[in-house]
C-alpha cells in the first residue's frame, strides 16, 4: 500500500482545507520519514517556495534521494527555472492558444492552475498540457495578446497566492480527486499492501474484458492483498499513487493506453501491457517482420508500398488470390479485408493506403476456426478455438449497426496441439514478458502465427470456462510477484 504524505512549511497553509494525519510539515519529513523499503512513498511538495536550496527544493531533492515518488520532481524544477518558452509553444501549446477568443495587442492575463485544473473552461486545455510537461501541483501562467496569445511566463506558485474561495475550493476539489486514498480512513488503508489501477474504458463497444471478468480480477487482487480500483483516461494524473497498472482497453501507440503505460513505467508502477509490447504488437508491419526474422512461422507475407504497381503485380504472382490485406493498426478484425481479383486489389489497396504508408498483403489461408494462446509472463494460460462467423471468413463480422462473433472452445492448454503451443510461447517470447493472445491457424500442412494481442481478450463465460477463478489469480499472481520484486 502506498503512503501518502502532502508536505508544507507551516500547518496554517492547510488550514483553509480538510485536516487530515497525511499533511505535514517540512520539518516532520526531514526527520521522522525515512525509506525503508518496504512500502512505497508518494509526497505532494507543497512548500511555500521552490527557489534552489530553498525548502521546497529540498523537499524533493530528499524524497527523490529516499526513493518516494514526489511532485514536482527536481527535474521539473529544474526545466522551469532554464526552459524557454519558444521551445514549450513548439511542444503543442500554441495550437491550443491559438484556439482562445482573440484579446487587444498588450493584453496579459495571470492565470493560476492546480493539478492541470483552472476555473476558466476556455483555459483548460492549455492549462493540462503544460501541466503534462511540467506536472507541479500549482503554477502560475502568464499570457500575452500579439497577434496571438502567447506565452509569457510559466512559474510555481503556493497555496497563500491563490485567490480567495472560488479557488481555494476548485484546488480542494481537484486534489481530493487527484489523490483520493489520501481521504480514507486509517484501518480500511491496511487492508492491502498494494495499489493496482485497472484502466478500462465504459463506452468501448468491444472491450478486452467484459464487467463480470473485470469483477472477478477485483475480487483475485483483494485475495492477495491488492486493492484493484477501475481508472478511466480521465485518472490519468492519479497513475502514481498506485503500484501497478493493468491495461484492460483495446490499446494503440497513437493513443491514451499508450501515454498510460508510458507515464506508469515512469512512475515505477509494474505495468501490463507495458508501452514496449503495445509498441510491438499494435503494428502489424513490426510484429510481421519481427516473427519473419526469428523463424517463427507465419503465412506468405508481403510489404505494400502506395503508387507501385510493379509491387502489385509481383503481391499477385507471389501469393495468388485471395488474398488479405491489412492496415498496420487494425484491431479486432478491422481494417483486414480479403481481396479475390485484380481490380479488387488495385481499389482497396489504393483505398487502405490512404491511412498508411504501407500495408499488409498476406496469403489467404481458411481455417473453421483461429487458435488463441493466452501466453503469460513466458508461460501458455490457456486455449481456446474461436469459430468463424456463419458464412464469414472472420471470427469477427462488423458491419454498422452491430459486430457479431463466431462460437469458442475453451480447453486446458494440455490438449491444445503441442506445434500451436510451441508457435505461440516463442512468439510471445520475442514481444515480451507481459500477457499476450497469440492467434494461429492451422491446417493439415502447417501451423502458422497470424498475429499476437498485447491485451487479450479475458471474458467471463469464454477464456475463462476451463480455469475459472484460476485464470485471474494467475495474471494478479504475476502482479503481486513483480510489485514485491520492485520494492525489494
Not at 130 to 141: G, H, T, W
Amino acid at each position: 500500500m502506498a503512503q501518502f504524505y502532502v508536505v508544507v512549511d507551516d500547518l496554517k497553509d492547510w488550514s483553509p482545507y480538510f485536516p487530515s494525519q497525511d499533511v505535514i510539515t517540512f520539518d516532520d519529513y526531514l526527520e521522522r520519514v525515512a525509506s525503508n523499503g518496504e512500502e512505497r512513498v508518494r509526497v505532494i511538495n507543497l512548500c511555500r517556495s521552490y527557489r534552489y536550496l530553498g525548502t521546497g527544493y529540498y523537499c524533493s531533492l530528499l524524497a527523490e534521494a529516499r526513493g518516494h515518488n514526489v511532485l514536482p520532481s527536481v527535474k521539473t524544477l529544474s526545466e522551469l527555472g532554464r526552459k524557454s518558452l519558444s521551445a514549450i509553444q513548439w511542444e503543442g501549446i500554441e495550437p491550443l492558444l491559438a484556439k482562445l477568443p482573440a484579446g487587444k495587442n498588450g493584453d496579459v492575463r495571470e492565470i493560476h492552475s492546480w493539478f492541470g485544473e483552472t476555473l476558466s473552461a476556455e483555459h483548460s486545455a492549455f492549462s493540462k498540457a503544460v501541466f503534462e510537461r511540467f506536472p507541479c501541483p500549482l503554477l502560475e501562467i502568464s499570457l500575452e495578446y500579439k497577434s496571438q496569445w502567447r506565452l509569457r511566463k510559466v512559474q510555481v506558485t503556493s497555496l497563500k497566492n491563490l485567490q480567495g474561495n472560488e479557488e481555494q475550493e476548485g484546488f480542494a476539489a481537484t486534489f481530493e480527486a487527484f489523490s483520493s486514498k489520501m481521504w480514507r480512513k486509517p484501518k480500511a488503508r491496511k487492508r492491502f499492501r498494494y495499489d493496482l489501477a485497472i484502466l478500462v474504458d465504459p463506452e468501448e463497444k468491444l472491450p478486452p474484458s467484459n464487467k463480470t471478468a473485470l469483477r472477478r480480477f477485483v475480487k483475485a487482487a483483494e485475495s492477495l492483498g491488492i486493492s484493484a480500483e477501475m481508472i478511466t483516461r480521465k485518472d490519468y494524473l492519479r497513475l502514481p499513487e498506485y503500484d501497478g497498472l493493468f491495461i484492460r482497453e483495446t490499446t494503440a501507440v497513437d493513443h491514451h493506453t499508450y501515454r498510460f503505460a508510458k507515464k506508469a513505467e515512469a512512475e515505477g508502477l509494474v505495468v501490463m501491457d507495458d508501452s514496449t509490447s503495445i509498441l510491438r504488437c499494435t503494428n502489424k508491419i513490426y510484429l510481421a517482420d519481427l516473427l519473419r526474422s526469428h523463424k517463427v512461422p507465419v503465412p506468405k507475407t508481403e510489404f505494400l508500398r502506395r503508387d507501385n504497381d510493379e509491387e502489385l503485380r509481383r503481391i499477385a504472382d507471389t501469393l495468388g488470390f485471395p488474398i488479405v490485406l491489412k492496415v498496420p493498426d487494425g484491431a479486432f478484425s478491422r481494417g483486414v479485408v480479403k481481396v479475390e481479383n485484380w481490380d479488387a486489389l488495385v481499389s482497396e489497396s489504393k483505398r487502405l493506403l490512404d491511412k498508411s504508408a504501407l500495408l499488409l498483403a498476406q496469403e489467404f489461408m481458411y481455417t473453421e476456426y483461429d487458435w488463441r494462446i493466452g501466453v503469460l509472463d513466458g508461460k501458455p494460460l490457456y486455449a481456446c478455438r474461436y469459430y468463424m462467423v456463419r458464412n464469414h471468413w472472420q471470427i469477427y463480422k462488423h458491419s454498422s449497426s452491430k459486430s457479431q462473433s463466431g462460437g469458442f472452445d475453451t480447453m486446458p492448454t494440455y490438449e491444445a496441439p503441442k506445434k500451436v503451443i510451441d508457435a505461440a510461447t516463442k512468439a510471445a517470447k520475442l514481444i515480451g514478458n507481459g500477457f499476450y493472445g497469440v492467434d494461429i491457424k492451422q491446417n493439415d500442412k502447417q501451423v502458422v502465427v497470424i498475429e499476437v494481442n498485447d491485451n487479450p481478450s479475458i471474458d467471463s463465460g469464454v477464456e475463462d470456462l476451463f480455469l475459472g477463478e484460476g485464470l485471474y489469480q494467475s495474471v494478479m499472481d504475476v502482479f503481486l510477484r513483480r510489485m514485491e520484486q520492485r520494492r525489494r
